[in-house]
């Protein structure tokens, strides 16, 4: 069992960054990969980016690719995600999950979900 805690959600200026961070309970981290969803009022959840257990291999949406950027500290079992060049359009709770197998990009294959931290971008 994996427990997940996302924070450092906030409100911010179109063109600014965040950092969000999920910490995961459990000694088994480093078998996981990690992925960042995404979920705006009235719109499915979507991929925003993920990455391997190891931490060599990252994934992104096209809409975040360049802006965002996916890591991990494996001794602090805790994954990150950067979000720089903000915009209004980002604006939504981001949930971070774990899985061990199956396709980075699909909800379906994390087990494990965080309750989520609310990004909101201001224009």
């Known amino acids: 069992q994996v427990q997940l805690v996302e924070s450092g959600g906030g409100l911010v200026q179109a063109g600014g960054s965040l950092r969000l961070s999920c910490a995961a309970s459990g000694r088994t981290f480093g078998r996981y990969y990690m992925g960042w969803f995404r979920q705006a009022p009235g719109k499915e959840r979507e991929f925003v980016a993920a990455i391997s257990g190891s931490g060599v291999s990252t994934y992104y949406a096209d809409s975040v690719k360049g802006r965002f950027t996916i890591s991990r500290d494996n001794a602090k079992n805790t994954v990150y995600l950067q979000l720089n060049s903000l915009k209004p359009e980002d604006t939504a709770v981001y949930y971070c999950?774990?899985?061990?197998?199956?396709?980075?990009?699909?909800?379906?294959?994390?087990?494990?979900w965080g309750q989520g931290t609310q990004v909101t971008v201001s224009s």
């Open positions: 999950a774990a899985g061990v197998s199956g396709s980075l990009y699909y909800l379906r294959t994390y087990d494990y």
